[in-house]
């Protein structure tokens, strides 16, 4: 079974500090691709970040950065200077060759900003 | 350019009821997917489509079925409505390769009453 578990279902962080969101999954395959989406209240699904499993490096899209851990199978996604923009769902998700380059998503991380 | 571009942006059926929704991926992409996101649950992929073909399957029922037309837009339809299929639908569209970046709608927001 391929699965994606995100233990925090709502989380809250002070403007301007730094906040992690927990992701771990499971797969048999040894190449896919992982990501982190925001949902904000729009409903869009806006692509965060993004990594390939064959990459040692983490992934850093400016405030944003994981921490992969391959070997345990966990995605965390470190946000720096949170923002009250960054108020949103948070989905940790991969997608292999198995699921046919379908993504499949956890249940979410409800981020909330406060000032 | 226009973003992936979701109709209706609101929808309430009632059970039994047939329901369309529509899709139409940015420009120049080939490949569109749709996915199924329930209230306080992530979203599930349902179909994916490249160049008119279907290339990808989630576990729905037979009710749920969807097309891909010439000019790369997307039709799901879902047929003897239950109130369990009330959930956002959401249309993500990509180029065509898989390891491309995948950008979603806003979505239809379907009630069944």
């Known amino acids: 079974a391929q699965t994606v578990t995100q233990s925090q279902p709502e989380m809250s962080v002070q403007e301007a500090e730094t906040v992690t969101l927990s992701c771990t999954y499971d797969t048999s395959e040894s190449n896919y691709y992982l990501f982190w989406y925001k949902q904000p209240p729009s409903r869009q699904m806006i692509l965060v970040i993004r990594q390939e499993a064959y990459k040692q490096q983490n992934a850093t899209e400016n405030r944003f950065s994981v921490n992969f851990q391959k070997a345990a199978k966990s995605f965390s996604l470190k946000i720096s200077d949170s923002q009250l923009g960054d108020t949103a769902m948070y989905f940790c998700a991969f997608m292999t060759m198995y699921s046919g380059y379908a993504l499949n998503f956890g249940k979410g991380t409800s981020l909330l900003v406060t000032p | 350019d226009a973003g992936v571009t979701q109709s209706p942006t609101h929808l309430i059926k009632t059970r039994g009821q047939q329901v369309t929704l529509r899709c139409s991926p940015i420009?120049?992409?080939?490949?569109v997917s749709w996915y199924q996101q329930v209230l306080g649950q992530g979203p599930q992929f349902i179909f994916q489509y490249y160049e008119k073909e279907e290339r990808g399957r989630g576990n729905f029922p037979d009710r749920f079925s969807a097309r891909q037309f010439p000019n790369y837009s997307s039709e799901l339809n879902v047929n003897a409505l239950l109130l369990g299929d009330s959930a956002l639908y959401l249309c993500?569209?990509?180029?065509?390769?898989?390891?491309?970046?995948?950008?979603f709608g806003s979505g239809t927001q379907l009630s069944v009453l």
């Open positions: 993500a569209s990509r180029s065509g390769q898989v390891n491309e970046k995948l950008f």
């Open positions: 420009s120049g992409h080939k490949s």
